[in-house]
């Protein structure tokens, strides 16, 4: 198990290099940032059982967006497997399959960004589109 550790954080750094290229900042800001969001929506359900959402929508302005569009999807599966990782170290449930959806929104500045969530038990993260993002009641086939 100890040999795991080299390799955890080797990776983690590939991560946060792809993470950097792409936001052009501290790729840390934004990995923390959904670390937070994760922990401030668990629900302690029994003393084993901690259930937090499975849906993460990262809001970037929309300019910021236009230049990363075409690398957002393997943004947002680097950004799931850290969360990934993040919430196995803490015995977190996930309420669903997990996924962190990149999006842009004319409503964030530019150079900052919006960390949200939601429960979407019934969801298949492979058909997450932005309709459902709006309204979370609103569940995949």
Not at 43 to 67: G, K
Not at 70 to 82: F, I, K, N, W, Y
Not at 120 to 141: C, E, H
Request: include cysteine; proline fraction near 6%.
């Amino acid at each position: 198990m100890g040999e795991l550790k080299p390799w955890e954080r080797a990776i983690e750094h590939l991560e946060q290099a792809l993470l950097a290229r792409v936001f052009g900042k501290e790729p840390v800001e934004v990995v923390d940032a959904l670390r937070r969001e994760c922990d401030d929506h668990a629900v302690v359900c029994s003393h084993s059982r901690v259930v937090v959402p499975n849906v993460y929508i990262v809001e970037l302005a929309d300019a910021v967006h236009a230049e990363i569009d075409r690398c957002a999807q393997a943004v947002g599966q680097e950004l799931t497997d850290s969360l990934a990782r993040h919430g196995e170290r803490s015995g977190y449930e996930w309420a669903g399959p997990l996924t962190v959806h990149v999006t842009g929104s004319a409503h964030v500045p530019n150079g900052r960004y919006r960390v949200t969530c939601a429960p979407m038990p019934r969801i298949r993260a492979d058909v997450l589109r932005d309709d459902m993002l709006q309204d979370p009641g609103a569940q995949g086939p």
